[in-house]
């Protein structure tokens, strides 16, 4: 990899160009030394030659380093520095006329891409293109400045227009996919409202692309500028059409609609909040009255040390923030859990940060001053927003706030709680609604907030009943005043009568009743009205989700998506950390069935680190197994650490799109060499790995019975099947009416797939979003499907329908479906014969 060397007459700058440009590479390890000032307490602005040549030796790198130098006789000390070095040393070193500040951001990124020393060059010259370009005027060049070439190469600029389709709007988290998806590539991304391109952000901004308040339906202008501009612009339209990670999470409304009520509104025996999380509780009011650090305004004598004491206190908050993410993760889903994900984007937002180095550094205020007006002015930005939903993701920005000025205070962020009782709050943030410990808080009241803030979405996930915005007269409740709480109604009872009081503790005795069965008959067997075993297991894609699934009920695990290792990274996992993580959810899953599918990454999924021409149609090009049976040593890895994990453990491997027989036969050839070689080090594997493959592609169904004698199971994943048998992109809303997986076209696939399995004795099941529609799980049944694997959210009711089935006479009704000329005339079916909706 490519290094960097930075050459400054001010040792603040150095370190602050290091420091931003380190922000863009957070996963790099890539080295960027500084060497600046001339070490004199008396005389400190300047360079030293002596200490560029120790910077040059730390950088040092086969691939090359760059060294960017601010001015004057910082050209003249790197030019001696090089004099210090070996003689077949100094090749590798090359000086750049590049601004430091700039270019130092430009080349690191191109460097943790994996860029030779010219394309690092290159990007770090042209660095200020961008900057000219947004002030609209043209780039300033100097006589002796390095100047980019002008030659426009296919692909160095791209744009499209895209809709927003969430339907809250690109809130946080779709957001945060946003900033993500744009931050995994070189190029400059920038983003604006259609018709108003004269206002363009930053689109690698967690704050400027959730301030924008994007609401549903609106157009953005999406720019890249860069060397795969447009592979980025390609993966922010995917990511679009998968609605930023919400497509299937967000399906249904998060609460029931609700009537606006005025924050004050009362009712004979209490306060009429907004009902946010359901069920119910009553016990003493505990009043939480959280303080706000108080802003010492002194200016800073120290800057450095501020800036320091702010990185500490951004780690500490970080850190903190992980953990409620992991701890969240074992409760929530994946979806939920991600709140915590947009906060780790603010927490690293480069606008955000860059605005606080710059008022610490070069304005001298100290760090708590700095960062609460930087988190005021962002605030300032979200209160502009007009939808009310967007507007109340300043919440999530004002927690972050306070959490990292209470760390710098040296104060903790912890909710003291000693006794049971209902939480009663001004308003509440997401990382205190988190921590809440359910054995204590009964139940949440808050005089601000809605139904779609997140501190409601973490209470309904927590399962803690919750009644927000109640407006003022809930601060005037003292502590320990007797409350109940209806989580399906808004009501707070205020010193409830006794006739209330005993008329909920009924209520609250069943709904826990009806939790308590719910939760016990999910961890038991799906097992038909006439007997037949149905295997509900989980689709995952991380060891947090295979706790969930557990805690679901799940039979084991029917899809691991190995790519959760792979994405959002730029450097290859290793053999050693991926085996490690398999071998972590394979302990999870104890002896229960773990299905690992194999990396399934290009078209929508591309990987950084690991380049791809440029395809018209990805989804029908080198992809899934295509690509690893092409790079045959990195599959290898993927495979051996898989093997690694199967001792002692059930695990399965699963090989995605499959289309012939000759792949198939390729991919366990790399599979049995993977085991050989383990062998030959000495590790355990495990004697038998049952081997099959995704059903995705038509031709793989028509295939099975051939197929069937080289596998041990097959599954079927609905989504991809459906997309390729109908020719109807995923996400296309133009030919959505085609992408129903009941279509009596796919169901013929699926029936051809279990016949043909049959005849050699192998089983088959479902892994797609069909697997968990109740009104589709009658008909798989019928056809033959012998393991349904889901989301985890959707287990415990799947296990209840399973139950009430009589799977011999679906049969029938699956027959009968085949025949039918339509996916909306195969539900019509359904519902009459089995009465489900």
Not at 145 to 169: M, Y
Not at 241 to 249: K, L, P, R, V
Not at 328 to 351: C, N, Q, R, W
Not at 652 to 679: H, S
Request: aromatic share 4%.
């Amino acid at each position: 990899m490519v290094n960097l060397v930075l050459v400054s007459h001010s040792p603040s700058l150095a370190r602050g160009a290091a420091e931003l440009a380190r922000l863009m590479t957070q996963q790099s390890p890539l080295i960027i030394a500084t060497a600046a000032g001339t070490g004199d307490e008396d005389s400190p602005l300047g360079t030293n030659a002596e200490e560029i040549a120790k910077a040059m030796e730390q950088a040092y790198s086969e691939d090359g380093v760059l060294v960017l130098m601010d001015m004057g006789s910082a050209v003249l000390s790197a030019e001696m520095a090089l004099e210090f070095l070996p003689t077949d040393r100094r090749a590798r070193f090359m000086l750049s006329s590049a601004p430091i500040v700039e270019g130092a951001v430009s080349a690191a990124v191109q460097a943790s891409l994996g860029g030779t020393l010219e394309q690092v060059r290159a990007e770090a010259v042209g660095s200020l293109g961008n900057k000219a370009a947004q002030l609209s005027v043209p780039e300033e060049t100097g006589a002796t400045q390095e100047q980019p070439s002008l030659e426009v190469t296919e692909g160095a600029t791209a744009d499209a227009l895209i809709e927003i389709r969430n339907r809250l709007g690109l809130h946080a988290r779709p957001a945060a996919t946003f900033v993500q998806t744009a931050g995994r590539f070189a190029s400059s991304v920038q983003v604006a409202r259609a018709g108003n391109e004269a206002r363009r952000s930053n689109a690698k901004s967690i704050n400027a692309v959730a301030s924008m308040g994007l609401r549903q339906g609106e157009m953005i202008h999406i720019w890249a500028s860069g060397h795969d501009a447009s592979a980025a612009i390609d993966a922010l339209k995917q990511a679009a059409a998968n609605d930023f990670g919400e497509s299937e999470e967000t399906s249904a409304p998060l609460v029931p609609e609700v009537t606006a009520r005025n924050s004050s509104a009362t009712f004979e025996g209490g306060l009429l909040g907004i009902p946010a999380s359901p069920g119910y509780a009553a016990g003493p009011a505990i009043v939480l009255k959280l303080v706000q650090p108080e802003i010492d305004h002194a200016t800073a004598s120290d800057p450095e040390a501020e800036w320091q004491r702010l990185s500490e206190a951004l780690e500490v908050v970080r850190a903190s923030t992980k953990r409620l993410h992991t701890q969240l993760s074992k409760s929530a889903t994946t979806y939920e859990a991600a709140i915590f994900d947009a906060h780790l984007m603010f927490l690293g937002d480069p606008d955000l940060l860059e605005k606080v180095r710059l008022a610490i550094l070069d304005g001298h205020r100290n760090a708590g001053w700095a960062w609460s007006e930087a988190i005021r002015d962002a605030l300032v930005e979200f209160g502009k927003i007009e939808d009310d939903y967007m507007r109340a993701r300043a919440a999530d920005v004002a927690d972050i706030g306070r959490q990292v000025l209470v760390q710098l205070s040296g104060g903790a962020a912890t909710l003291d709680i000693a006794a049971p009782g209902i939480l009663i709050a001004a308003d509440l943030s997401p990382s205190d609604t988190a921590r809440l410990d359910r054995a204590l808080v009964l139940g949440v009241c808050t005089e601000k907030g809605g139904p779609t803030s997140h501190s409601a979405i973490l209470a309904r996930t927590l399962g803690i009943p919750a009644a927000l915005g109640c407006g003022e007269a809930l601060g005037k409740i003292a502590e320990g005043t007797p409350l109940i709480v209806d989580g399906s109604t808004g009501q707070v009872w205020t010193s409830p009568s006794p006739q209330v009081s005993a008329a909920y503790q009924e209520k609250i005795a069943e709904w826990r009743s009806r939790q308590a069965v719910a939760l016990q008959s999910s961890r038991l067997p799906a097992v038909s009205k006439d007997g037949i075993a149905v295997e509900i297991v989980a689709n995952i894609g991380s060891a947090a989700d295979a706790r969930a699934a557990l805690d679901s009920g799940a039979d084991g695990v029917g899809l691991l998506r190995s790519e959760f290792l792979f994405l959002n990274r730029t450097d290859m996992p290793q053999e050693d950390e991926q085996a490690a993580v398999y071998r972590e959810i394979a302990d999870v899953m104890e002896q229960r069935p773990l299905i690992i599918r194999t990396l399934d990454v290009g078209g929508d999924k591309p990987l950084a680190y690991l380049p791809q021409k440029e395809e018209q149609n990805p989804f029908l090009g080198k992809r899934a197994l295509r690509l690893c049976l092409d790079q045959p040593d990195f599959f290898k890895a993927e495979l051996r650490a898989i093997l690694r994990a199967s001792a002692g453990h059930n695990i399965k491997v699963m090989f995605p799109m499959v289309a012939d027989i000759g792949e198939l036969r390729r991919a366990r050839a790399l599979l049995k060499e993977a085991r050989e070689e383990l062998l030959v080090r000495g590790m355990q594997v495990a004697p038998n790995v049952d081997v099959g493959i995704m059903v995705e592609i038509p031709s793989a169904a028509l295939l099975a019975p051939i197929l069937a004698d080289e596998v041990d199971f097959f599954s079927i994943g609905t989504n991809d099947l459906t997309q390729y048998t109908m020719a109807a992109e995923r996400g296309n809303a133009d030919v959505a009416y085609l992408q129903d997986a009941l279509h009596p076209a796919v169901l013929q696939l699926v029936d051809r797939t279990v016949r043909g399995a049959g005849q050699a004795g192998k089983w088959v099941g479902v892994c797609g979003e069909l697997a968990g529609d109740p009104l589709a799980m009658p008909i798989l049944l019928g056809l033959g499907v012998k393991e349904l694997s889901m989301a985890p959210g959707s287990i415990p009711a799947a296990k209840s329908l399973a139950r009430t089935l009589d799977i011999a006479a679906l049969r029938d009704l699956a027959a009968e479906s085949l025949e039918l000329e339509s996916a909306a005339a195969v539900r019509v079916l359904v519902k009459k014969r089995l009465g489900l909706q």
